[in-house]
């Protein structure tokens, strides 16, 4: 042994004894080191373990995956031994002649390369008391991690250690290790790097914080001594080193499910960063945000910017897929629009029918006014409108559901009563923030708010034959399963589904060759909030629930969007990507349902084969013929004595109309003493102030009066309707 050598292990016995008193991370193996490697970001993964999101979870660093040094690229193992620690694979953890050549530089003041070695690094690196701190190793801290870089080398093998130090080394900034540092500056992973990437990452281990210019300097220099012989362009390395330290494209979070991920990420909640496996299907995931970002660029000019998706597996309520926003087409990407809370519009009147069906106040084949309705609220009269400002007249509930006919569905409110109808949605696992009674007749129309989550599940409980499950985006073991509980009446939910599976039935509205129609069985129905700042389409097939919700974070109303030209579409491409390879059928009726030829009087709609519950049903629908006579004396049928109107702020004042009825032939109208119209009925424009109405008689005498008050925006008392754009 030399005498320099010698006289440096004297100098190491008392950090020897110090080292030997207490355990050390130089004792840990490989394996262990490995093992508790953490990045700083967690992966959350599909059912099958792609890749769905990275999400950052430890903000004091920038970690990449453990990468084995087999995935690392050659250069790069070259260019790091020749930078750090040329005889790497000479010594036993010491060189000691650097140390003697660093020992004689520091006498004479001269500068020298520095004697640590890649294991003495190793060894600062993962012991704490070893790490080097702002001013500098200690003495006492550089002697232990000499004897700590030997016992390292002692218990592991060569290329154990250069693989633990490239995974550890950190590199500039919050960079940490390899898989880091090649895909923030080079946007590829370790194993891709050349030469020239190679030497730029070596020259940043020694200088981490260095200029541009000083690292590119250093990288051309050992690029000289990784190819002995060659003349790399500087000027090239230094054009590439500045362009590569300013990238970053290692995003914090980065994939296509941001949404779903951050919320797997908070229900573990255990502070781990190992990898999450969801419910999700990586390919459904990707193909149903292309097809959202698609259609809503197809809408640029209609003032639509937003939308999500979810998709749900009937039979065990797993999330299929959960888009929350169309990414970077929208201003408000953070908005998760699964859960955010809005006005479902005509989306609720299945659940409406099917409470009405059950109760045995309708059936499919009953026949509703689809005509102008006056209903006395507590703020004034609530007169629904259709979405096309049309009235069909008499049609059937069949009809009135699947083509969204407004007027009917309020009516069938008034029999069910607003607080029944909340009980039936809070049972299918809506709830509403309000009772019944505080939302009123809008309810009808969709006046509450839902989440899109909320909503698909709800629908997912009629394709269930009315049983309501809870819906999950974490695996669960079979035996920790949630069951299903009877959330709405099978017979009528069997019914309501085969209503909106019935394409003719829906071609009022719709047409026949509407975008709604699927090749495969399917039942959909779609909505539009008031002012059109929410558009929907829900439905299902025999295995799958299908949610879409279009419009603005904001909240700022659509143009010209509705049910069929915004969420629609997407939700048609959406089913057909899940049936691509397999069928859906039509489910099979539940016992107590039965079916019956009918008719209908007047030939108000063709006949047909419909599906009762057992004891409601009937051959023959009809309306019945006015009461009234000739000789009946003139009176004013509607609206009542005293009535107040209260004028909707947000629906233009030309389609707010009050519509007049009467019983009586050869009557006039007159309001304020002034000539309005004649006939049975006359619609009015209603404006703010106390109104006397008038009916006269063929004989000229008023033959029956009242009075009506009519108020203002400004002074609207009570929950106000909402306005009737709900298809």
Known sequence: MSSSRLSVSLLLLPALAVMLARPAWALATFDEVRRDFRPSDTRVLDR?????????????????????????SPALGTAMVLSEDRRFYEHSGVDWRAVSAAAWGNLWNTRTRGASTITMQLAGLLDDDLRRGGNGRSLGQKLGQTVAAQRLEHTWRKDQILEAYLNTVPFRG?????DALSRTLFGKAPHGLDAREAAVAAALVRAPNAKPAVVAQRACELMRTMEPGSAPDCDAVDMFTSAALQRRGFDASEGIAPHLARRAVAARGDGTRDDIRTTLRAPLQRFALGTLQRHLRELRGRNVEDGAVVVLDNASGEVLAWIGSSGNLSRAAEVDGVLAQRQPGSTLKPFLYAEAIAERRLTAASLLDDSSAQISTAGGLYIPQNYDRQFKGYVSARTALA??????????????SPEAFARQLRAAGLPLAQSGDYYGYSLALGSAEVSLLALTNAYRTLANGGR??????????????????????????????????????????????SVLGTRFWTAVKTGTSKDMRDNWAIGWSQRYTVGVWVGNASGAPMWDVSGTSGAAPVWAEVMGFLH??????????????????????????????????????????????????????PRIAAPADGTIIAIDPDIPPGNQRVRFEADGRSVQWRIDGKPLARGNSAQWLPWPGRHVVELIDARGEVADSIRLEVRGAGVVTGAKAAKNAGR
């Open 174 to 178: 919050e960079i940490v290790g390899i």
């Open 468 to 513: 309501f499950g809870d819906t999950r985006y974490l695996p669960a073991p079979p035996a920790a399963q949630s069951g299903s509980a009877p959330a709405i009446d099978p017979r009528a939910a069997f019914i309501v589904g085969d209503i909106l599976s019935d394409a003719n039935a829906r071609a009022r509205t719709f047409g026949l060759d």
């Open 403 to 416: 083509a969204s006919l407004n007027v009917p569905a309020v009516r069938t409110l008034v029999m069910v």
């Open 580 to 633: 691509r390879g397999a069928t859906s059928r039509a489910p099979a009726p539940p016992p107590g349902v039965v079916q019956k030829q009918v008719r209908f009087g007047g030939e108000l709609e063709a006949a047909r084969s419909e599906w009762f519950i057992a004891g409601t049903e009937q051959a023959v629908f009809a309306v019945a013929p006015d009461a009234a006579t000739a000789d009946s004396a």
């Open 48 to 72: 099958d373990g792609q890749l769905l999101q990275r999400v950052r979870t430890d903000p004091t660093v920038r970690r990449g995956r453990w990468t084995a040094l087999a995935d690392i």
